[in-house]
């Protein structure tokens, strides 16, 4: 069974920082290619970053020098390393495995106030 727990959010001034960790199980994780999406409220669910098995990323341009991702293959875990937060940043937070698309956690909130 498919578990991907999200955690790491919070409220956070705008210009702060957040770290967001997903636990993967129920998968091999290493041979996937893992994202973080964001949903923002009366919006549909966007792709943020993903990194591939063997470490190569990809930013939307929304998040684009301000997000890291990275992966700990030997902890089965993603984080998302979001800088100089924005208010438009504020969404529920989730990450997804490429090879079970289907398969989403509960997400972790990111609020970002003035």
């Known amino acids: 069974q498919v578990q991907l727990v999200e955690s790491g959010g919070g409220l956070v001034q705008a210009g702060g920082s957040l770290r967001l960790s997903c636990a993967a199980s129920?998968?091999?994780?290493?041979?996937?290619?893992m994202a973080w999406y964001r949903q923002a409220p009366g919006s549909q669910r966007e792709l943020v970053a993903t990194?591939?098995?063997?470490?190569?990323?990809h930013y939307a341009d929304a998040v684009k020098g301000r997000f890291t991702i990275s992966r700990d293959n030997a902890k089965n875990t993603v984080n998302l390393q979001m800088n100089s937060l924005k208010l438009e940043d504020t969404a529920v937070y989730y990450c997804?495995?490429?090879?079970?698309?289907?398969?989403w956690g509960r997400g972790t909130q990111v609020t970002v106030a003035s």
């Open positions: 997804n495995a490429g090879q079970i698309p289907e398969a």
């Open positions: 129920g998968i091999i994780f290493s041979i996937n290619t």
């Open positions: 990194i591939t098995s063997v470490g190569r990323t």
